[in-house]
Protein backbone atom coordinates (compact mmCIF):
# COMPACT_ATOMS: atom_id res chain seq x y z
CA UNK A 1 0.00 0.00 0.00
CA UNK A 2 1.39 3.31 -0.58
CA UNK A 3 0.07 6.65 1.13
CA UNK A 4 0.24 10.51 -0.74
CA UNK A 5 0.10 13.10 1.44
CA UNK A 6 -0.34 16.52 -0.08
CA UNK A 7 0.53 19.90 2.04
CA UNK A 8 0.49 23.81 1.22
CA UNK A 9 -2.62 24.44 0.16
CA UNK A 10 -4.50 27.58 1.46
CA UNK A 11 -5.98 31.23 0.72
CA UNK A 12 -4.36 33.81 -1.17
CA UNK A 13 -4.88 36.82 -2.98
CA UNK A 14 -5.37 37.12 -7.01
CA UNK A 15 -1.58 37.48 -8.08
CA UNK A 16 -0.27 35.32 -5.22
CA UNK A 17 1.82 32.86 -4.98
CA UNK A 18 1.56 29.14 -3.12
CA UNK A 19 3.66 26.10 -3.27
CA UNK A 20 1.94 22.13 -2.73
CA UNK A 21 4.17 19.16 -1.97
CA UNK A 22 2.87 15.99 -1.96
CA UNK A 23 5.15 12.70 -0.42
CA UNK A 24 4.96 9.16 -1.57
CA UNK A 25 5.53 6.76 1.03
CA UNK A 26 5.23 2.93 1.33
CA UNK A 27 5.64 0.16 -0.80
CA UNK A 28 7.37 1.91 -3.85
CA UNK A 29 10.10 0.60 -5.91
CA UNK A 30 9.89 3.40 -8.26
CA UNK A 31 7.21 6.08 -9.20
CA UNK A 32 6.14 6.08 -13.20
CA UNK A 33 4.28 9.35 -12.58
CA UNK A 34 3.65 11.53 -10.19
CA UNK A 35 1.66 15.42 -10.34
CA UNK A 36 -1.28 16.97 -9.35
CA UNK A 37 -4.99 17.15 -10.79
CA UNK A 38 -7.43 19.69 -9.68
CA UNK A 39 -11.14 20.03 -9.59
CA UNK A 40 -13.71 23.09 -8.73
CA UNK A 41 -17.59 22.96 -7.89
CA UNK A 42 -19.18 21.47 -10.19
CA UNK A 43 -16.38 20.89 -12.88
CA UNK A 44 -14.75 16.97 -13.76
CA UNK A 45 -11.32 16.47 -12.23
CA UNK A 46 -8.88 18.30 -14.79
CA UNK A 47 -4.52 17.81 -15.21
CA UNK A 48 -2.37 20.44 -13.78
CA UNK A 49 0.65 19.38 -14.39
CA UNK A 50 2.46 15.56 -14.12
CA UNK A 51 6.15 13.81 -14.24
CA UNK A 52 5.42 10.85 -16.73
CA UNK A 53 8.43 8.68 -17.25
CA UNK A 54 8.46 6.73 -20.81
CA UNK A 55 10.57 5.06 -22.83
CA UNK A 56 12.44 8.14 -24.11
CA UNK A 57 13.17 9.68 -20.34
CA UNK A 58 11.18 11.73 -18.04
CA UNK A 59 8.96 14.19 -19.40
CA UNK A 60 6.67 17.20 -17.70
CA UNK A 61 3.00 18.00 -18.96
CA UNK A 62 0.97 21.30 -17.80
CA UNK A 63 -2.40 22.21 -18.59
CA UNK A 64 -2.19 25.16 -20.98
CA UNK A 65 -4.04 27.56 -18.39
CA UNK A 66 -1.15 27.07 -15.91
CA UNK A 67 1.74 27.14 -18.66
CA UNK A 68 4.59 30.02 -17.59
CA UNK A 69 2.55 30.16 -14.33
CA UNK A 70 2.67 26.75 -12.47
CA UNK A 71 6.29 24.97 -11.86
CA UNK A 72 6.65 21.15 -11.38
CA UNK A 73 9.56 19.69 -9.51
CA UNK A 74 10.69 16.35 -7.90
CA UNK A 75 12.53 15.27 -5.51
CA UNK A 76 13.12 10.84 -6.25
CA UNK A 77 15.19 10.37 -3.10
CA UNK A 78 12.17 11.94 -1.29
CA UNK A 79 9.37 10.94 -3.14
CA UNK A 80 8.01 13.95 -3.63
CA UNK A 81 6.61 16.61 -5.87
CA UNK A 82 6.25 19.70 -5.17
CA UNK A 83 4.22 22.38 -7.33
CA UNK A 84 5.47 26.02 -7.22
CA UNK A 85 1.84 28.02 -8.34
CA UNK A 86 2.94 31.91 -9.25
CA UNK A 87 0.42 34.27 -10.62
CA UNK A 88 -2.53 33.03 -9.17
CA UNK A 89 -6.05 33.69 -10.43
CA UNK A 90 -9.30 32.82 -8.80
CA UNK A 91 -10.11 30.63 -11.49
CA UNK A 92 -7.36 28.24 -9.88
CA UNK A 93 -9.23 28.17 -6.77
CA UNK A 94 -9.98 24.22 -6.52
CA UNK A 95 -9.30 21.13 -4.78
CA UNK A 96 -5.95 19.85 -5.69
CA UNK A 97 -5.26 16.68 -5.83
CA UNK A 98 -2.00 14.57 -5.90
CA UNK A 99 -1.67 11.13 -8.09
CA UNK A 100 1.07 8.80 -8.83
CA UNK A 101 1.54 5.69 -10.94
CA UNK A 102 3.12 3.06 -8.09
CA UNK A 103 5.78 0.69 -9.10
CA UNK A 104 5.86 -1.65 -6.46
CA UNK A 105 8.25 -4.11 -7.64
CA UNK A 106 10.72 -5.74 -10.64
CA UNK A 107 7.88 -7.74 -11.40
CA UNK A 108 6.32 -4.12 -12.46
CA UNK A 109 3.06 -4.53 -10.62
CA UNK A 110 1.45 -0.78 -10.78
CA UNK A 111 -1.40 0.71 -9.01
CA UNK A 112 -2.19 4.18 -8.75
CA UNK A 113 -2.58 6.49 -5.92
CA UNK A 114 -4.66 9.78 -5.13
CA UNK A 115 -4.35 11.43 -2.22
CA UNK A 116 -7.07 13.38 0.15
CA UNK A 117 -6.66 16.56 -1.66
CA UNK A 118 -5.65 20.35 -1.02
CA UNK A 119 -8.32 23.09 -0.87
CA UNK A 120 -6.42 26.06 -2.79
CA UNK A 121 -8.40 29.20 -2.43
CA UNK A 122 -8.18 32.58 -4.82
CA UNK A 123 -9.33 35.44 -3.91
CA UNK A 124 -10.01 38.70 -6.20
Known amino acids: QVQLVESGGGLVQAGGSLRLSCAAS????????MGWYRQAPGNQRELVAFFDTGVSGVSTKYADSVKGRFTISRDNAQNTVNLQMNSLKPEDTAVYYCAAEIIHSVYRDANVYWGQGTQVTVSS
Open 26 to 33: GSIFSINA
